[in-house]
């Protein structure tokens, strides 16, 4: 059974109409990260929840925002997708926020019109 | 700051070789974690190994081995009598307490019936 669920697995938007993301998982965990992934490229990470603790990457754009309302969920928000916003979009888990591996969801994969 | 290469973009194989992915690490930290992950086409990233900086025991489980060589920054990778079902893309990882998970670039394997 999926440990972290993402759906929907493909997503269609417009230039500028914002969009939301959504992950769930079912291991309890206290960490959840949303990663951007760009064609035959490494996956990047946009940022994390700590518990309720939000922890934003530099290089993140202003568009991009985050939601965790409970242990379970996390939501990724574009409030203004662009062409170059178009990606798989990987929401992972981890236990704690030291060296434990992570949990990936299968991705949701955004296009942009 | 963190740095993962894997020189090798993609590899073919037919079914039954062996074949072994690379990847070079930088970090200035002392304490490490070092990981493989496997993206098949599904999209979703699953874990394989780990390895802590302490730990340069070379270990085999399964068909996967991998070789851990901390003078030279190493740490690959190898499937034994591959597989079809093995082709997908391949991510070296480094994690630092505190650090967000640094992917490489990744190596696509395709394994030929």
């Known amino acids: 059974d999926a440990m972290v669920i993402q759906n929907p697995r493909y997503q269609v938007t417009q230039f500028g109409k914002p969009v939301t993301l959504s992950c769930s998982q079912t291991?309890?965990?206290?960490?959840m990260y949303w990663y951007q992934q760009k064609s035959s490229q490494a996956p990047k990470l946009l940022f994390h929840y700590y518990d309720k603790d939000f922890n934003n990457e530099a290089d993140t754009p202003d568009n991009f925002q985050s939601r965790r309302p409970n242990t379970s969920f996390c939501f990724l928000d574009i409030r203004s997708p662009g062409l170059g916003d178009a990606a798989m979009y990987l929401c992972a888990t981890s236990r704690t926020a030291t060296n434990e591996k992570l949990f990936f969801g299968s991705g949701t994969q955004l296009s942009v019109l | 700051a963190q740095k993962v290469t894997q020189a090798q973009t993609e590899i073919s194989v037919v079914e039954k070789e062996d074949v072994t992915l690379d990847c070079v690490y930088e970090?200035?930290?002392?304490?490490?974690?070092l990981f493989w992950y496997k993206q098949p086409p599904s999209g979703e990233l699953v874990f394989l190994i780990r390895?802590?900086?302490?730990?340069?025991q070379n270990e085999i489980s399964g068909r996967y081995s991998w070789n851990f060589q901390k003078s030279t920054s190493s740490f690959n990778f190898t499937i034994t009598a591959s597989q079809v079902v093995d082709s997908a893309v391949y991510f070296c990882a480094h994690k630092a307490a505190g650090n967000k998970l640094t992917f490489g670039g990744g190596t696509r394997v395709l394994v030929k019936p």
């Open positions: 291991l309890n965990h206290n960490v």
């Open positions: 970090t200035r930290d002392t304490t490490y974690y």
């Open positions: 390895r802590n900086s302490f730990d340069e």
